[in-house]
């Protein structure tokens, strides 16, 4: 098979294509987008609501009994319960195997069967467990009525279910609206009533009842009764009891009704503000980002339809999760093919490099063809599997394609040697990535949820592995075996192959390139303006500078140039550690404007192209396989020969270096945990009163919990020295001279930081002269204005290299601002412990306005 497809390149390139467009269609119009996978139930859910009732009389009078009652039905794992005040909640796990649905009829016909529960209980409610898969979750708040905010909050619920692709919406965080009607025993002895006829009377009369169709020559009418009461004043209206002479008694006459909230006392705000919260979730097939994107157009249009005060946001965006993971892909797919494309260039062919990276795709392409038929979507999990996977898709492609290489470099056909190649390796290709699968085939046996979690990874890195597999063994041999001779060509030719589009896309590429490169590894060297002609203008500034200032100084500049310039086609702007770390683009004029600026483009690459073709390749290309031939011969060959000759001391010795590693492992000394703890984007404050506390004085703790939470939210970030400590102990500086490269960039830069967020009260930076950070081994840093000028009294301003001796000993600080001789000092004492002992002040705040 392997010589038929290298033969016939047509059927290996239909064979190509065939996969792509299956993948693509799987993509488009099969796979949802989730941020966790749509898994069927497996547990049953039983909840009853008994309201007044206290958690012990929820759990003597019905927990028990509920759990009593089931305990024996044949296909239940496990029974958790829980009891509340009012309410209870029994989780019934079932066996892994088992019909979810045959276990919820049988615990259903066991909870109906029960007679001892309370009369006054609300009947219970049986039903599998459902999960809510909420895409983006809205807040609306605002300076507005409970009942109006209910009543803005079910319109945001009403018209947001109405959205494309939207099918399930949920609206929380407020009370239920419910009528309440109250009738004493002596007003119903005195006409004669009892309360279940009165409840009778408001049954039959609060319905809408259709009435049949009336058949006319111009068409049918449909007539119904419509008596459904809504409100208050509906209620009042229904007739409870009539006379033969035609006089009614109406509910109203009889009856206190009241329509307000339930008693609950439930409580949401958001941002000191009480709160609806919309939950947008996805059923079935739905696809998260579209659902996202759908909803933020909508609150677009939403906004200025919003009364004075109210505004709603977006709270807990999950698409987002999603998206990072697509972006973390890509960077990783485009790293990862990158740096093969330069190491098999180097040792190999260009050519070769190229086609083996196009398995990575294939082999993509593929397996979104077969999750359609294996029951998975594009979801957290999947994604990681891809991540996974992507470094070792081409694995056999490289040795497949340095088999072919290399029978080719011997003197044999192209055809031929891709033949013989590939035939060469196949079977111990075939069997290495068959036990790259088998690997991964234990995460299929785990059975539960976990399981059906587990599961999602190796349902893709299978298939993505099958996938390669076919491409290096079918597709890559016969590419290989019919590329083009290469050929060697003058300048002439040369500049004509690279001077049209691929050198306009080449010269493109080498300007991004350039900026990224300037962005990362940018030098030192304060305030440096640097023009590129035709490529931009760079403005350099020192990595010492506050990054904020950075930000500042770059939007002001972008805003400036876009509004005042014509024909600035698009402005990039980095910052980060030396720069902020974005890209700004922006359009403006017609690219016309400029009419040397695409030729340029092409001039710059189809010269590098021919640079690149004609001298650097060739050369380096020559230079490294030299290299690795000379590795080959007089080190890898020695030392493999030693090995063979003593191979039982080899082995020993191999042995002896896995028991120390097990040794060290099961010594304890290497920490294990089951899942690493992992910071949050979201910190939480949780308060729980004693039961029984009154709503009031919880209310009031709860108002101070978020006073002190907007008391921080109003503050700069506060620094301690416990943080400055764990910050060092992260950077591994045990002593000053460890602050070097990279990592005394980032320690400068963190003094500064800590400089300027140590105290609200401090000076603003724009007016600041001076800041001096003085430890106990006389080790300093002075600031002036945004840069560092002086680290322990050597001017370090483009500096590389280590700063002086004592820089990173601050574990007792005295922080100094200086100001001019005529305006006093103004000081903190910061103890080793974090806490600050006062300010010394000698002059007015407003002297440095």
């Known amino acids: 098979m392997i010589a038929w497809f290298a033969r016939n390149s047509v059927a290996a390139n239909l064979l190509m294509v065939f996969i792509i467009?299956?993948?693509?269609?799987?993509?488009?119009?099969?796979?949802?987008?989730?941020?966790?996978?749509?898994?069927?139930?497996?547990?049953?859910?039983?909840?009853?609501?008994?309201?007044?009732?206290?958690?012990?009389?929820?759990?003597?009078?019905?927990?028990?009994?509920?759990?009593?009652?089931?305990?024996?039905?044949?296909?239940?794992?496990?029974?958790?319960?829980?009891?509340?005040?009012?309410?209870?909640?029994?989780?019934?796990?079932?066996?892994?195997?088992?019909?979810?649905?045959?276990?919820?009829?049988?615990?259903?016909?066991?909870?109906?069967?029960?007679?001892?529960?309370?009369?006054?209980?609300?009947?219970?409610?049986?039903?599998?467990?459902?999960?809510?898969?909420?895409?983006?979750?809205?807040?609306?708040?605002g300076d507005m009525s409970e009942y109006d905010l209910y009543k803005l909050g079910e319109r945001v619920r009403?018209?947001?279910?109405?959205?494309?692709?939207?099918?399930?919406?949920?609206?929380?965080?407020?009370?239920?609206?419910?009528?309440?009607?109250?009738?004493?025993?002596?007003?119903?002895?005195?006409?004669?009533?009892?309360?279940?006829?009165?409840?009778?009377?408001?049954?039959?009369?609060?319905?809408?009842?259709?009435?049949?169709?009336?058949?006319?020559?111009?068409g049918e009418l449909l007539v119904r009764t419509e008596g459904r009461a809504f409100d208050r004043a509906a209620f009042e209206k229904i007739i409870v009891k009539g006379s033969e002479d035609g006089s009614h008694l109406t509910l109203g006459e009889i009856?206190?009704?009241?329509?307000?909230?339930?008693?609950?006392?439930?409580?949401?705000?958001?941002?000191?503000?009480?709160?609806?919260?919309?939950?947008?979730?996805?059923?079935?097939?739905?696809?998260?980002?579209k659902i996202e994107h759908t909803v933020k157009d909508y609150l677009a249009k939403l906004m200025p339809q919003l009364p004075e005060g109210v505004s709603i946001d977006i709270w807990n965006n999950r698409a987002d999760i999603i998206k990072k993971r697509l972006v973390t892909l890509n960077d990783s797919a485009f790293v990862g093919i990158g740096c093969i494309i330069v190491l098999l260039g180097l040792f190999l062919?260009?050519?070769?490099?190229?086609?083996?990276?196009?398995?990575?795709?294939?082999?993509?392409?593929?397996?979104?063809?077969?999750?359609?038929?294996?029951?998975?979507?594009?979801?957290?999990?999947?994604?990681?599997?891809?991540?996974?996977?992507?470094?070792?898709?081409?694995?056999?492609?490289?040795?497949?394609?340095?088999?072919?290489?290399?029978?080719?470099?011997?003197?044999s056909t192209k055809l031929e040697g891709a033949i013989k190649g590939a035939q060469e390796v196949a079977t111990p290709v075939i069997f290495g990535v068959l036990t790259t699968m088998i690997a991964f085939v234990p995460l299929l046996l785990v059975e539960g949820r976990r399981g059906q979690i587990f599961a999602q990874i190796p349902l893709v890195v299978i298939p993505c592995l099958i996938f390669s597999l076919v491409e290096s063994k079918?597709?890559?041999?016969?590419?290989?075996?019919?590329?083009?001779?290469?050929?060697?060509?003058?300048?002439?030719?040369?500049?004509?192959?690279?001077?049209?589009?691929?050198?306009?896309?080449?010269?493109?590429?080498?300007?991004?390139?350039?900026?990224?490169?300037?962005?990362?590894?940018?030098?030192?060297?304060?305030?440096?303006?640097?023009?590129?002609?035709?490529?931009?203008?760079?403005?350099?500034?020192?990595?010492?500078?506050?990054?904020?200032?950075?930000?500042?100084?770059?939007?002001?500049f972008e805003e400036k140039a876009l509004a005042a310039t014509n024909g600035v086609l698009v402005i990039l702007a980095f910052a980060g550690a030396l720069y902020a770390g974005w890209k700004f683009s922006g359009i403006k004029g017609s690219p016309f404007i400029l009419p040397w600026d695409w030729p340029y483009q092409m001039w710059i690459g189809g010269s590098l192209g021919i640079l690149l073709a004609s001298v650097i390749v060739p050369s380096i290309q020559k230079k490294f396989a030299d290299s690795l031939e000379w590795g080959i011969a007089h080190i890898y060959r020695p030392i493999l020969a030693v090995a063979s000759l003593h191979r039982y001391a080899t082995l020993a010795i191999f042995v002896g270096i896995a028991l120390v590693i097990c040794s060290y492992s099961?010594?304890?000394?290497?920490?294990?945990?089951?899942?690493?703890?992992?910071?949050?984007?979201?910190?939480?404050?949780?308060?729980?009163?004693?039961?029984?506390?009154?709503?009031?004085?919880?209310?009031?703790?709860?108002?101070?919990?978020?006073?002190?939470?907007?008391?921080?939210?109003?503050?700069?970030?506060?620094?301690?020295?416990?943080?400055?400590?764990?910050w060092l102990k992260e950077q591994r500086i045990a002593k000053p001279e460890d602050a070097i490269g990279e990592n005394r960039e980032t320690f400068v830069n963190y003094l500064v930081e800590l400089a300027r967020k140590w105290d609200p009260e401090k000076p603003s930076a724009a007016g600041l002269p001076g800041f001096l950070a003085r430890g106990k081994d006389v080790s300093q840093v002075s600031l002036v204005g945004d840069?560092?000028?002086?680290?322990?009294?050597?001017?370090?301003?483009?500096?590389?290299?280590?700063?002086?001796?004592?820089?990173?000993?601050?574990?007792?600080?005295?922080?100094?601002?200086?100001?001019?001789e005529d305006r006093g000092v103004f000081a903190l004492d910061?103890?080793?412990?974090?806490?600050?002992?006062?300010?010394?002040?000698k002059f007015s705040l407003r002297d440095f306005k």
Request: hydrophobic content about 45%.
């Open 21 to 141: 467009l299956m993948g693509a269609n799987g993509i488009v119009n099969r796979l949802p987008v989730e941020v966790f996978p749509d898994f069927a139930p497996d547990e049953v859910e039983v909840r009853v609501y008994y309201r007044g009732a206290t958690p012990e009389q929820m759990e003597e009078s019905i927990v028990i009994p509920l759990e009593n009652a089931i305990a024996d039905l044949p296909g239940i794992e496990e029974i958790k319960s829980s009891a509340s005040e009012g309410r209870c909640k029994i989780e019934v796990e079932v066996e892994s195997g088992r019909d979810p649905s045959g276990v919820l009829d049988d615990v259903k016909s066991r909870v109906d069967a029960i007679s001892g529960l309370p009369e006054s209980i609300e009947p219970p409610i049986v039903r599998l467990e459902e999960s809510l898969h909420e895409v983006v979750t809205l807040i609306l708040h």
């Open 787 to 820: 840069v560092i000028t002086t680290v322990g009294g050597q001017n370090i301003a483009g500096v590389r290299g280590s700063p002086s001796s004592g820089v990173a000993n601050l574990a007792e600080v005295q922080m100094k601002i200086m100001a001019p």
């Open 255 to 289: 009856a206190n009704i009241t329509d307000a909230f339930e008693e609950n006392r439930v409580v949401m705000r958001f941002n000191g503000k009480r709160c609806a919260v919309v939950h947008v979730a996805r059923t079935g097939d739905q696809n998260a980002l």
């Open 158 to 218: 009403d018209e947001v279910g109405r959205l494309d692709g939207v099918s399930r919406v949920v609206m929380r965080g407020l009370r239920n609206y419910e009528i309440s009607i109250e009738i004493s025993e002596q007003v119903l002895r005195e006409h004669g009533l009892t309360l279940q006829a009165v409840a009778n009377a408001v049954r039959e009369s609060a319905v809408d009842i259709p009435g049949g169709t009336i058949r006319a020559a111009n």
């Open 666 to 726: 099961f010594s304890g000394r290497l920490s294990m945990i089951y899942f690493p703890p992992i910071d949050s984007e979201i910190a939480t404050s949780r308060l729980v009163m004693p039961q029984g506390t009154a709503y009031d004085v919880t209310e009031r703790k709860m108002q101070i919990m978020i006073q002190s939470a907007e008391h921080l939210r109003s503050q700069p970030w506060r620094v301690s020295m416990e943080d400055y400590r764990k």
């Open 349 to 411: 062919r260009p050519g070769v490099a190229f086609w083996v990276c196009l398995g990575v795709p294939i082999a993509f392409m593929g397996a979104f063809a077969m999750m359609p038929y294996l029951g998975v979507t594009i979801n957290l999990f999947t994604l990681y599997g891809f991540i996974l996977v992507l470094g070792i898709l081409v694995d056999d492609a490289i040795v497949t394609g340095e088999r072919i290489h290399a029978f080719q470099q011997r003197g």
């Open 474 to 556: 079918l597709i890559l041999p016969a590419h290989l075996g019919h590329a083009l001779k290469q050929r060697t060509l003058n300048h002439a030719k040369m500049l004509l192959l690279w001077g049209g589009v691929p050198g306009y896309l080449l010269g493109t590429w080498f300007t991004e390139l350039f900026g990224h490169l300037a962005w990362k590894y940018s030098l030192e060297v304060p305030n440096f303006v640097a023009t590129y002609g035709p490529l931009g203008l760079g403005v350099i500034l020192t990595s010492t500078i506050s990054i904020y200032t950075i930000r500042v100084l770059l939007r002001d």
């Open 830 to 841: 910061q103890d080793g412990d974090g806490s600050v002992t006062g300010w010394e002040k």
